[in-house]
C-alpha cells in the first residue's frame, strides 16, 4: 500500500515543509524563465507579440508548475536565446537534444 505526497507531507514538521517550498520554488521552469527575460531587459508583451501568445499566456508560463515544451521553445526564442534538453540515462550516459526554433515560432515579416 503506498501513501499519497499530500499524506506525508502533511506529517512533516512546519520547518521541513517550508524548506521543501523554497527549493520547489527554486527549481520551477517558470521562474528561471522569467529570470531570463528580466536578465534580456524583456517585458512580458515583448515575448508574447515576439512568440505569437498573448501577455497572459507568457504570464501563466512564469507562473506555471508544468510548461510544455514547445511553448518554452517559443519564448526562449523570442527573446534570441534557444533550448537544449538533457537526458540522463540510468547509466550515466548523457544525450542532448537542441530543438530547431523554426519548428515552433510563428515567421513574422
Do not use: H
Amino acid at each position: 500500500m503506498s501513501t499519497e505526497w499530500k499524506t506525508l507531507r502533511a506529517e512533516l514538521p512546519e520547518d521541513v515543509r517550508t524548506r521543501l517550498d523554497a527549493k520547489r520554488e527554486d527549481r520551477r521552469l517558470g521562474k528561471a524563465l522569467a529570470e531570463v527575460r528580466k536578465a534580456m531587459n524583456a517585458t512580458q508583451q515583448e515575448v508574447a507579440t515576439r512568440a505569437s501568445m498573448t501577455q497572459n499566456t507568457v504570464s501563466k508560463i512564469e507562473s506555471a508548475d508544468d510548461v510544455l515544451l514547445s511553448s518554452v521553445v517559443r519564448y526562449m526564442r523570442s527573446i534570441g536565446g534557444g533550448v537544449e534538453l538533457v537526458l540522463k540515462m540510468p547509466d550515466g550516459e548523457v544525450r542532448r537534444v537542441d530543438f530547431d526554433p523554426e519548428m515552433y515560432v510563428k515567421q513574422t515579416a
